[in-house]
């Protein structure tokens, strides 16, 4: 079965220091994963994705996450936070043993930057 | 922005009107989706159509039904909601659907529903 957790609903860092966004993943297959920014009023946007190539996937803005299969985790992380990422960001797995390639989403991690 | 549009952005509607949604997709992809997100919970897939038919409906009510005229047009008619219908409902498109990790998922920016 394919799941993600994001450890944390909420996260409050001040401008031009590091982000980390926990997520942890469980999945039946060798996993595809993404993280998914959603500012308000706007729709999901894909910020980066892994694909069993590098571990260490580089998005835009900045970000980037690190695929730990030991740890099944996929943290999402900024080595220094701009105003513009204060948003909600989301954890999916994506389900590659059936037909239709679910995403699993978890429940999101808002994430607040302040000045 | 994302080459995904929907319209309206907002609707309120009370529990006996019937309401579409519109989505339209301006990237060439050949599936369709509609999730529903509503507060302190994760995305909910819907509905998947893949040019033109419908692959997927999720354990969705009646209450809701998709119509997908053509690979570029996605709509779902509302009908008798109830207030935990209340909700955003988000539109995606993808170059096609299954386990690929070539076909990712863009999103419009949702219409803000609120029953009644």
């Known amino acids: 079965a394919q799941s993600v957790t994001q450890l944390d609903s909420h996260v409050s860092v001040s401008e031009g220091t590091p982000v980390l966004l926990r997520c942890n993943y469980s999945?039946?297959?060798?996993?595809?994963l993404f993280w998914y920014v959603q500012h308000p009023n706007k729709g999901l946007q894909l910020l980066l994705k892994?694909?069993?190539?590098?571990?260490l996937v580089k998005g835009i803005n900045g970000f980037e996450a690190e695929f730990k299969k030991s740890e099944t985790s996929f943290h999402l992380t900024k080595p220094s936070a701009h105003m513009s990422d204060a948003a909600e960001y989301f954890c999916?797995?994506?389900?590659?043993?059936?037909?239709?390639?679910?995403?699993?989403f978890g429940r999101g991690t808002q994430l607040t930057v302040w000045p | 922005e994302t080459g995904v549009t929907q319209t309206p952005r907002h609707l309120v509607m009370g529990m006996t009107n019937k309401k579409s949604l519109k989505c339209e997709q301006h990237?060439?992809?050949?599936?369709m989706y509609w999730y529903k997100q509503s507060a302190k919970k994760p995305l909910e897939l819907m509905f998947v159509y893949s040019l033109e038919e419908r692959v997927e409906n999720n354990s969705v009510p009646s209450r809701f039904s998709p119509e997908c005229p053509n690979s570029s047009h996605l709509f779902l008619h509302l009908h008798t909601l109830q207030p935990e219908d209340s909700a955003l409902y988000l539109c995606a498109s993808s170059q096609g659907f299954g386990p690929s990790t070539s076909y990712e998922q863009y999103f419009g920016p949702g219409t803000r529903l609120t029953v009644t």
């Open positions: 990237l060439g992809h050949n599936a």
């Open positions: 999916v797995v994506k389900d590659r043993g059936s037909t239709l390639g679910r995403l699993y």
């Open positions: 999945s039946s297959y060798s996993p595809s």
């Open positions: 892994y694909t069993s190539a590098a571990t």
